[in-house]
């Protein structure tokens, strides 16, 4: 591995642990930090959470967990074209949906609704409260216990009043600095990957197609491109082919301009960096247009297409209605579940009762909510 950059997230100088421990023999602390995240049970859990498609209308199609791997495959690349912290990058980008919801952002909307008097629900914090709170593996302490960069990498943005109640961690967002370079490529690397993998799976249902694509300029150009030099490939390569080109585009965007930010702002440490003002790593002008382009498309064509929206919809009704019965039958709860509400209830009322089944609401699988629903309301009808 090539030398950090001066202003590189260091094991040496990291925040630390909330519960100190003492130093990996064989590894370094962000390499710690991720293993911890792999062999995590949350992590396990996003095979069989939903990307767009409810996890299972295929196995081919993308998931929570193998679009974390791809966010960690992008993040590595930038973060060693620019001299950065590879592990931190990759903890980061593995940990970064481990407080979704089943069924994406359509079971977290729903679930926010249901928690919206009792302080609201969102992935990002859940995600912190899986490696701070949830995880139960360790027999000094609950979560994981991971370093202050890697925690503070996952939580990408927070309200000031949530902030306040986050001590350390909180402080970026009252100040209104940045987190380490490291963070910033995790949160790049997440939008590039789910926006060109959304298309790859969006033209495998059948719910896109090329020609509707070619309305979009990143896609045009490497369709031209790729048609130019193999006029007679078949379909299924020509896609592969398409996604490839479009994500190296975009990374190697990413990485001259963001090279670029950083040379002209020229940080001399990691604090230089989270009070630069803004972000330094982001795409140019163009690259930003474009990428911002294929988003928009894919939210008119794919994400409010009507098979899209009836899955949707279930999921939506799914999800209040575990929330409604849980909140007015208790019992119905697992024994370890109830347990954790008597624990929360004392002093807390019916927000803690809420926040415990925001919980166990948030960890299941795609086909553990739908089972639960048809346990406690009987059978439910498909995702078709």
């Known amino acids: 591995m090539a030398r950090l950059a001066r202003y590189a997230a260091s094991p040496a100088t990291s925040r630390g642990r909330s519960f100190p421990e003492p130093k990996p023999a064989y590894r370094t602390q962000y390499q710690r930090d991720r293993d911890r995240i792999i062999h995590c049970a949350a992590f396990r859990r996003l095979e069989y959470k939903t990307q767009v498609f409810v996890n299972h209308e295929g196995d081919m199609f993308r998931t929570r967990l193998t679009h974390s791997i791809e966010v960690a495959q992008i993040g590595r690349t930038v973060a060693r074209a620019l001299n950065l912290n590879e592990d931190l990058t990759e903890a980061i980008c593995l940990a970064h949906d481990l407080g979704h919801t089943p069924f994406g952002h359509t079971g977290q909307d729903a679930l926010n609704e249901c928690m919206r008097k009792y302080g609201g629900f969102e992935h990002n914090l859940q995600s912190l409260r899986v490696v701070d709170v949830l995880e139960e593996r360790y027999a000094e302490f609950s979560g994981l216990n991971l370093t202050f960069e890697t925690r503070e990498g996952i939580l990408k943005h927070c309200s000031r009043a949530k902030a306040r109640a986050l001590g350390d961690l909180g402080k970026r967002f009252?100040?209104?600095?940045?987190?380490?370079?490291?963070?910033?490529?995790?949160?790049?690397?997440?939008?590039?990957?789910?926006?060109?993998?959304?298309?790859?799976?969006?033209?495998?249902?059948?719910?896109?197609?090329?020609?509707?694509l070619s309305a979009c300029s990143l896609f045009d150009t490497q369709l031209r491109a790729v048609r130019s030099r193999w006029p007679d490939l078949p379909e299924r390569r020509l896609i592969h082919e398409l996604v490839r080109r479009m994500i190296d585009y975009l990374v190697s965007d990413l990485v001259r301009h963001s090279g670029e930010r950083i040379a002209a702002r020229a940080p001399k440490n990691i604090e230089d960096v989270r009070k630069a003002g803004r972000s330094l790593i982001g795409l140019g002008a163009e690259a930003t247009r474009l990428q911002l382009e294929l988003k928009r498309f894919l939210n008119r064509h794919l994400y409010k297409h009507y098979r899209v929206q009836r899955m949707s919809h279930k999921a939506k009704r799914i999800v209040r209605t575990l929330f409604a019965e849980f909140m007015g039958n208790g019992r119905l709860l697992p024994h370890d579940v109830q347990e954790r509400i008597m624990e929360a209830g004392r002093g807390t009322g019916g927000a803690g009762r809420a926040r415990i089944i925001a919980d166990y609401i948030a960890g299941m699988t795609d086909r553990y909510a739908i089972a639960e629903f048809e346990r406690v309301m009987g059978p439910a009808r498909g995702f078709d």
Do not use: C, F, M, W
């Not at 298309?199 to 249902?205: I, K, N, Q, Y």
């Open 174 to 212: 009252l100040k209104k600095q940045q987190p380490s370079l490291e963070a910033q490529i995790a949160n790049v690397a997440d939008e590039i990957a789910y926006t060109n993998h959304d298309v790859d799976d969006g033209l495998r249902a059948g719910l896109l197609t090329i020609g509707q």
